[in-house]
């Protein structure tokens, strides 16, 4: 506050001197018969400031309040050439009689040894850089960003960025990249005008999360430009920041996608299609761009201190975006003591525990100790259908709050009476530590939770929707003899499964056999922080996944290396990329070892290796069936659904089947993903309200 009134009286010295010495503005200090100095008096008759140099009001009497003269004129002698000691000391005692009459607190030193480190709230420091981009940018060419470029190109369309990049207080953008800097500069860009356009107001972000996308962050600039001729631009520009390894991050850093669009004065909207085109950042640019990093505002020992954590922090950032096994280690989530947070699509009409294969009961806190649980959202009359989910999972992945309208909602939207089904791998139940196969969640879970709601609801036929194991134990329930399924729609793992190549090798060389054989019943991530947890962390980075579904969450490392990826990470929002933390949870080995089975014998068989399921083919004769497929799953390769298709069809020519694809989804992101409700969820409640 002292430097601003300070400067402003400052600037508003040499207009006063001309008014009251009777001068013309810009005469340069000087009247028509005699030199004018300010010289300090003790009234307006005999000088123009007093004591300390605050100028005379000849009209009222006084002074005019806040202006001050504070050089070598108010000295009412002759200066030697060069006087700038002198006129230091004086703008130095003025400054000080003003601090004393207005009460104000004296400024530290800039040596001050008592001066606040780093990161406190005083002083704040300025930091800057230039930057220099070029590239093309065709003006006809509106929607893709590389035709632009190269119709930039051809037609010589070419792009000059030289900006300045300010931040007013280095210490809050250390801790919040999203915070905005001031850009300035200028652009080139010939065919929209033959001289420099100019930045005129200009905003720049580090790294703005994208939280539509996984680990995915955008530099953004925006700008208004204005030519010479008057017209005026909007400029903006983006660089995609992905965690997608150390291979990509010169190209994605260097890389600003381009928009400019001519506006209005009153619409920056503008009525005007946007050209497109991409700039570069060039390596000897880049260079420059380092050297050019300044700070100011503070004193020149925390310059460099500012200096050096600005570049530490991006530095940090980077690692954590690309560093891959340079990153840190994490510890696994572990499975929730609680069911994951929902968003209820309306109050349930009634939770039931099956307990009539073992004697659970609910005391205070329902759920608890169940067995099996069946959770009633009667949204209308149409079904009743069952969800019966993954394993490892619980049927809250049908509830999960991280995108825009999940299945439950979508269902019961329809109008259906929607039964969440946990069956006794649900994570949320403690039938899950227990042991059991696939076998018995076909022949004993399926069979129960059935009679449960035909009596509840007084249907005799129900629809099913069954996801990974719910899927394949649902098929596998119908051929055992289950009754009173009509439709039933099974996702991703059919009774032909074939997997990758990380996953057949696992089944080959029986790593939940092995596993089993050390005393261990089952796997579950592991929260708690230990040198062990890091340790597997940085070893499961170098199993087998795909390049693009790489990540920095500790817990996708582990699914991979547990069940395969069970995602693609261009399917999720960011929300459900970390709530995928709390989905899974405590696996059994038996189980496993069950799976592993299926996966080497490539059908459907019991946990000894028996054909049975396939005995009776005809008991699927009452049941429409419908296999959902992601083209992109990693875990059930597609021709395993069209191995089972193709085998009903051979086996039941008059029967109701159909394969549907989903291109683009691999697995869990069919359920979850944040697109799931247009592209997945419609094909489902079209295959249900069939007659």
Known sequence: ??????????????????????????????????????????????????????????????VHDGLYVCDGSVIPVALDANPLLTISAIAERTAAMMIEERGWEPAQAADDPAAPPLGTAAPRARLEFTEHMTGFVSMSVHDDYAEGYEDGREDGARVDLMLTIEY?????????????????????????????????????????????????????YRMSLLSREGKRYLFEGHK??????ARHAWSEMTTLYTRIRETSQLNEAGDSPPGTGILHLKPADFTRLVRSIKVSDVPRRMQGECRRAFLEIFAHEMVHIYGGVLDEAHAFPGAPKKAPAVREPMDPDGIWWCDSLRQWHADDRPGDDAFLRLTRYRAGEKGPVMLAGGFGMSSHSFLTPTIEQNLTEFLAESGYDVWLFDYRAGIDLPSAGTEFTIDDIAREDWPTAVRKVQEETGREELQAFGHC??????????????????????????????????????????????????????????????????????????????????????????????????HRHAQLNEATHRAINEMFGFGNIESMEHLSLMLRKGH?????GGMDYFDHPERMAGTRLLLLQGMSNYIFHPVGSFRTWRWLGSQLPQGDYERRELPGYAHLDAIVGSRAATDVYPWIAEFLDRP
């Open 1 to 62: 506050m002292q430097q601003e009134a300070f400067y402003r009286g400052e600037a508003f010295a040499g207009a006063a001197f001309d008014h009251v010495a009777g001068q013309s503005p810009g005469s340069g200090g000087k009247t028509q018969d005699r030199d004018f100095r300010a010289d300090f008096a003790d009234d307006a008759a005999k000088g123009v400031v007093d004591h300390m140099g605050r100028v005379f009001d000849p009209a009222g009497g006084g």
């Open 168 to 220: 007013d207080d280095i210490g809050a953008a250390l801790d919040n990249p999203r915070r905005e800097a001031r850009v300035t500069g200028t652009v080139r860009a010939p065919e929209l005008s033959a001289h420099p356009l100019t930045v005129t107001e200009g905003r720049f972000t580090l790294l703005d999360p994208d939280l539509s996308q996984v680990e995915t962050w955008h530099m953004r």
């Open 240 to 245: 995609d920041v992905r965690t997608r390894g």
């Open 469 to 566: 194991v719910g899927s394949v134990s649902l098929q596998m329930a119908i051929l055992a003899g289950l009754q009173g399924i009509r439709t039933a729609v099974c996702a991703q793992f059919p009774l032909h499964p074939a997997s990758s190549v990380f996953n057949m090798v696992k089944a080959e060389i029986r790593t939940a056999d092995l596993i089993g054989g050390l005393g261990i019943n089952g796997l579950a991530p592991d929260t708690r922080r230990s040198p062990g947890d890091e340790a597997l962390d940085i070893a499961l980075r170098a199993l087998p996944m795909p390049a693009e579904e790489r990540c920095g969450q500790a817990v996708c490392r582990w699914i991979n290396a547990v069940y395969g990826c069970t």
């Open 604 to 608: 459907a068989v019991t946990h000894t």
